[in-house]
């Protein structure tokens, strides 16, 4: 047993605790396993402890994993892309991808609904929104996300699933609370509106007990199951 398979345990234990606590059930949240910079060693022995939901930030390094796995067998995996994503690597997003978490503009979804094969059946796509107060690049402003929602429900072949956030790093845990609970509401607003409109992304290995409080469906957790990511990418 590797600790890979310790590390899942312990995930698991202390997620049970946090939905515990908040009063929800334990299909309300999803596990999505932060894979990126780890070999596919590391994914196949999470995927023995019955994982099935990756996550991965670097197209190259995703496809060549993905590709390898599926050639070894394991095609029951879903695979979401959760990284900043420039349009000259849509296509091989949209031909590998179950998921993409980080769509923040229309550009990106113009290409991604061109270039999903039709035999792939529509990619699914969470928005992603800026919440933290970090002058961060990625997700889009509060401003935007209606103009994008219209785009992407007009796109036959994305499916809008909800939305994405990622809070600012820091220890201050009502600051992560604000933004939380400001993504929160947005996706209650539009989930109202919209049918299959069901998933809410986010808390990540720091913020977790934060997000499963503010009503996070589906934490990304990389360093808690994989430990600290061993080198910087440079894609
Ligand atoms: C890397 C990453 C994660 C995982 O972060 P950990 O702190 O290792 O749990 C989650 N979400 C996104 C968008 C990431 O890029």
Redesign the pocket.
């Known amino acids: 047993m590797g600790h890979i398979t310790d590390n899942l345990y312990q995930v698991h234990q202390e997620l049970a605790s946090l939905i515990n606590q908040a009063g929800r059930t334990k299909e309300s949240v999803k596990l999505?396993c932060?894979s990126?910079t780890k070999p596919q060693e590391a994914i196949i022995e999470a995927y023995n402890c019955g994982e099935r939901l990756f996550?991965e930030?670097y197209v190259n390094e995703a496809v060549t994993k993905i590709q390898a796995l599926k050639a070894l067998g394991y095609t029951d995996l879903k695979w979401h892309f959760?990284?900043p994503l420039q349009s000259n690597k849509t296509k091989a997003v949209a031909e590998n991808f179950d998921m993409v978490?980080?769509v923040d503009r229309i550009k990106v979804m113009q290409r991604l609904n061109l270039q999903r094969p039709a035999s792939l059946g529509p990619l699914e796509i969470l928005i992603?929104v800026n919440i933290s107060h970090e002058a961060q690049k990625?997700g889009c402003a509060l401003e935007e996300l209606e103009s994008l929602i219209d785009y992407c429900k007009q796109c036959p072949n994305l499916r809008l699933r909800g939305l994405?956030g990622?809070a600012t790093d820091t220890q201050d845990k009502a600051l992560i609370k604000e933004e939380f609970s400001t993504l929160a509401a947005l996706f209650a607003k539009y989930a109202q509106e919209f049918e299959h409109f069901d998933i809410l992304?986010m808390g990540?290995?720091?913020d977790?007990a934060e997000a499963i409080l503010l009503g996070s469906t589906e934490v990304?957790?990389?360093?808690?199951?994989?430990g600290?990511?061993e080198y910087k990418n440079k894609e």
């Open positions: 999505l932060v990126k996550g930030s959760i990284g978490e980080s992603e990625s994405m990622i992304s990540m290995t720091h977790m990304r957790i990389g360093t808690a199951i994989f600290p990511r």
